[in-house]
């Protein structure tokens, strides 16, 4: 009873501690006499305490609850114990939220000074409430005192509707205007000392350029049904033109959408050394229809924040990245909630400054959970990174948890001769729950989809390869073949448990699979795919891997692996493709016919491509493995081209 009682205090003493900050807003929180058992959430450093936006707060704290911490939590509370400080804290101070949610701690001491000065004349009547800002402030008293002596007049306020303002940019402007569609302002650096509220707008004149970093910081910032919204009036597009330095940036900020816009450096070679635009430690903010180009670091970069969207984004001639996503290290949970949706990123060859890492990838998110990646393309990405070592990748995630990559085409994606990677996919280091599916991958200097652990990253287990093509990658570096798999760390403990099933692997330069010297794994099963290589089907170690309702095809000698070239010996031999006795591989000519239409070039045709579908009076339809019923695997119920699936069918198209 007494250590219930004395850890009951001292998250009273929190509680206080945080009313008493916030009122007087003097100086930032800090966490003091905590209890033991209390562990301070990553999001409480994200807020500037010193004048706290409390819809900033909420956006914060609910992303930070959805991710289900694990917290030790005192069993006798029968709660989350920072949990239930939160929303007492919360309680105290909602009464001096203003329209915007910023906290008006000056406002509010205006006011207790009036009503204690009445009260001491015994004039408690005519001073009650005061207009302030766009809204008015009531005293509801009386006061109450906390055990410090501190007096807190609680007051409320009465929200009065407030109407958004545009603030236009045009080349013609002047800084000196009102800053209306009829007299707009000039420069970026005008609109930097303006502090945008909810529904307020940005706008620029479109086909016109304007120089400089457009800021958004956590003074200014919308709400779920009004955001702040950044873009361009009249007919075509605006330019930002950021020079050397990023065009964009928003930091701690919520509930803002950019779209429109067109997003240009001086180039990865020419002096840039910043991103299209950086969206920092932020919540809901959606990037819409830009065209971003010449910035040394990445077109879009996202660093842990939360409820992210980016669509319809061209990314093209950066260095690092044409999308780049991270959170902290080692904090999955750090960057969640992001959505990445029909956009393009070719031509970003790679960071001439970064001489100890990889460089030149079209779309990489790592340190991050809640992705989903889709309808997106890369090209022509990692052709200049300036080193030889491990190399970019066209579309991939590391250290993820619950990623989705679907709907997909990677094509033609290089590294730096004598370079590793170059591919088109990539489930990399660290990455956990995961699914790539409904994919193309072509003509990679990679493979075209890598399954990769790197020596130091958290563990890499339960992803899934499913429904999806490779033809002719891992043309150039060491992969070889369609799909690769590698581990630096070579410990099978740390790489474990993947499902590649129904997917149509084409090699007629390498093989359909590859091995490194350093692969280490254990539960890796292939399920119904159909390989195809020129030679040899099969490069490296198998290992405890298991194959079964393969369909194994070698243009040159019809079945070839490690040196056997029929099915049966090899099954026998191996032990692979064998069920309950039953040898349940084929090796049967697909007949594919490649003369159809070629391969394409954008996402939105991909359910056009049809080389690679299935003919009807195949065996490969019906004589594969029901996966649902003898292993329990959900198939997912479609193929590459978003048909029906059969439940027996080999392949990825039918």
């Known amino acids: 009873m007494g250590s219930y009682f004395q ?153 009065i509707d407030v109407k958004p303002r545009a603030y236009y940019l045009a080349a013609t402007g002047n800084d000196n205007n009102a800053g209306t569609a009829k007299s707009p302002w000039k420069t970026i650096g005008k609109i930097n000392t303006v502090r945008l509220r909810a529904g307020d707008s940005v706008l620029f004149k479109a086909e016109q350029t304007f120089k400089g970093t457009l800021k958004v910081d956590s003074m200014s910032g919308g709400v779920l049904e009004s ?14 033109n950021a020079g050397n330095s990023s065009a964009l940036v928003i930091e701690k900020a919520a509930f803002i959408t950019i779209k429109n816009l067109k997003l240009t450096g001086s180039g990865r070679k020419k002096g840039n050394a910043g991103d299209g635009i950086a969206v920092l430690n932020s919540s809901n903010i959606v990037v819409d229809e830009l065209d971003v180009k010449g910035f040394r670091n990445a077109g879009v970069s996202v660093y842990a924040s939360f409820n992210i969207r980016i669509v319809n984004v061209y990314a093209h001639d950066n260095g690092f990245a044409g999308i780049s996503v991270s959170g902290e ?122 399954i990769f652990q790197y020596a130091g990253a958290s563990n890499w287990y339960n992803n899934i390869i499913r429904y999806n ?98 099915l049966n010996t090899w099954s026998k031999q191996s032990g692979q493709e064998l069920l309950k006795g039953t040898v349940v591989g084929l090796n049967i000519n697909p007949g594919f016919n490649m003369q159809t239409r070629p391969l394409v070039s954008s996402c939105a045709d991909l359910k056009l491509l049809q080389r690679y579908k299935v003919k009807a009076n195949s065996p490969l339809r019906n004589q594969g493995l029901d996966l649902h019923r003898l292993f329990g695997i959900e198939p997912g119920g479609i193929d590459f081209n978003s048909q029906p699936a059969p439940e027996k069918g080999i392949g990825a198209c039918f």
Request: aromatic content about 12%; proline content about 3%.
């Open 329 to 450: 290290y080692q904090h999955k949970e750090s960057c969640s909630n992001i959505y990445i949706g029909y956009c393009k990123a070719d031509n970003n060859p790679g960071n001439p400054m970064i001489l100890n890492n990889h460089s030149g990838n079209g779309i990489i998110a790592g340190e991050c959970s809640k992705l989903l990646i889709e309808y997106c393309s890369a090209t022509n990405n990692g052709w200049d990174m300036p080193r030889i070592g491990n190399g970019p990748v066209g579309i991939w995630c590391y250290e993820a948890d619950s990623a989705i990559i679907q709907h997909c085409l990677s094509y033609r994606n290089k590294t730096s001769k004598g370079g590793d990677d170059g591919g088109g996919f990539d489930l990399d280091g660290g990455v956990t729950n995961s699914i790539i599916q409904y994919c193309l991958s072509y003509e990679n200097q990679g493979s075209g989809y890598g």
């Open 227 to 240: 955001p702040v919204v950044i873009g361009s009036f009249g007919n075509g597009i605006a330019e930002i």
């Open 7 to 159: 850890k009951f205090l001292g998250l009273l003493s929190f509680l206080i501690i945080l009313s008493v900050t916030n009122i007087n807003a003097q100086t930032p929180v800090a966490f003091k006499n905590l209890p033991v058992y209390i562990n301070k959430p990553q999001w409480i450093d994200l807020v500037d305490w010193t004048k706290p936006n409390i819809f900033f707060i909420d956006s914060l704290f609910s992303n930070w609850r959805a991710t289900k911490i694990s917290l030790k939590s005192d069993s006798n509370l029968n709660e989350d114990p920072f949990e239930s400080a939160f929303f007492r804290w919360r309680n105290r101070v909602e009464p001096y939220i203003i329209e915007n949610g910023d906290t008006s701690i000056n406002e509010y001491n205006k006011i207790l000074n009036r009503y204690q000065k009445n009260t001491n004349g015994n004039r408690t009547d005519n001073i009650k409430s005061m207009s302030v800002g766009n809204g008015s402030w009531t005293l509801v008293g009386p006061s109450k005192t906390y055990s410090n002596g501190i007096k807190v007049m609680k007051a409320q306020v009465q929200k």
């Open 469 to 566: 093509i490779s033809e002719d990658d891992g043309t150039v570096s060491a992969a070889g073949a369609g799909i690769y798999i590698w581990n630096s760390s070579d410990d099978s403990l740390q790489f474990y448990n993947c499902i590649v099933h129904n997917n149509t692997i084409y090699n007629n330069k390498g093989s359909a699979i590859s091995y490194a010297g350093q692969s280490a794994r254990k539960g890796f099963s292939f399920y119904n795919n159909i390989f195809i290589a020129t030679d040899s089907l099969l490069k490296g170690k198998r290992e405890s891997d298991i194959f079964l309702g393969n369909n194994w095809w070698s243009l040159k000698n019809n079945f070839n692996i490690e040196g056997l070239t029929d």
